[in-house]
T-cell receptor, first 114, second 112 residues
Framework: DVKVTQSSRYLVKRTGEKVFLECVQD?????MFWYRQDPGLGLRLIYF???????EKGDIPEGYSVSREKKERFSLILESASTNQTSMYLC?????????????FGPGTRLTVL | QQPVQSPQAVILREGEDAVINCSSS?????VHWYRQKHGEAPVFLMI???GGEQKGHDKISASFNEKKQQSSLYLTASQLSYSGTYFC?????????????WGLGTSLAVNP
């Protein structure tokens, strides 16, 4: 069974704080993704990584950065949290060849920025 | 480039059928279907790769038309457990398929 874990289910931070969200997978998947999900807006891709130390911007990268130092771990960083970054954050992984392989999602982190 | 899902929402009584569509203006390499229950992460249902393909398990099946521009998800004799939001995710070509492009989702509610 693929396991994708995220560091927190719920997180409350203050405006301006630096926030780290971590995702760990145990299935040796090449690709890892960070999405945010807001009502009515579906799944929006923030960043993804297809190899260690490799990253690509998704559709909404502004205000975020990522780090992938090890294959199993993909971190999302909010450099200076703002209230409009309050959202559900989902990490997902897949084998290389995203089109033909299912994505496995972590349980999500609900982040509130006050 | 974002696929269009229809309908946006549907309400069923237990035992009724539903069809959810996912359409693209371009030919697709693949279509994925996922279901997300409230407060949970999306869960994979199936992938379609070939034009004209049909797939299914239990009473949930999907098709991919010959032109590979539309996929439909069929829910037959719906159960309460089918409630949730259904998303399609698409890739446009085999050579550049590192990420999925998602539809906005279809909310399905099954009532007793």
């Amino acid at each position: 069974d693929v396991k994708v874990t995220q560091s927190s289910r719920y997180l409350v931070k203050r405006t301006g704080e630096k926030v780290f969200l971590e995702c760990v997978q145990d299935m040796d998947h090449e690709n890892m993704f960070w999405y945010r999900q807001d009502p009515g807006l579906g799944l929006r891709l923030i960043y993804f990584s297809y190899d260690v130390k490799m990253k690509e911007k998704g559709d909404i990268p502004e205000g975020y950065s990522v780090s992938r130092e090890k294959k199993e771990r993909f971190s999302l960083i909010l450099e200076s949290a703002s209230t409009n970054q309050t959202s559900m954050y989902l990490c997902a992984t897949t084998l290389a060849g995203t089109g033909r392989n299912e994505q496995f999602f972590g349980p999500g982190t609900r982040l509130t920025v006050l | 480039q974002q696929p269009v899902q229809s309908p946006q929402a549907v309400i069923l009584r237990e035992g009724e059928d539903a069809v959810i569509n996912c359409s693209s203006s371009k030919a697709l390499y693949s279509v994925h279907w996922y279901r997300q229950k409230h407060g949970e992460a999306p869960v994979f249902l199936m992938i379609l790769l070939k034009g004209g393909e049909q797939k299914g398990h239990d009473k949930i099946s999907a098709s991919f038309n010959e032109k590979k521009q539309q996929s439909s998800l069929y829910l037959t004799a719906s159960q309460l457990s089918y409630s949730g939001t259904y998303f399609c995710g698409t890739t446009v070509n085999a050579g550049n398929n590192r990420k999925l492009i998602w539809g906005l989702g279809t909310s399905l509610a099954v009532n007793p």
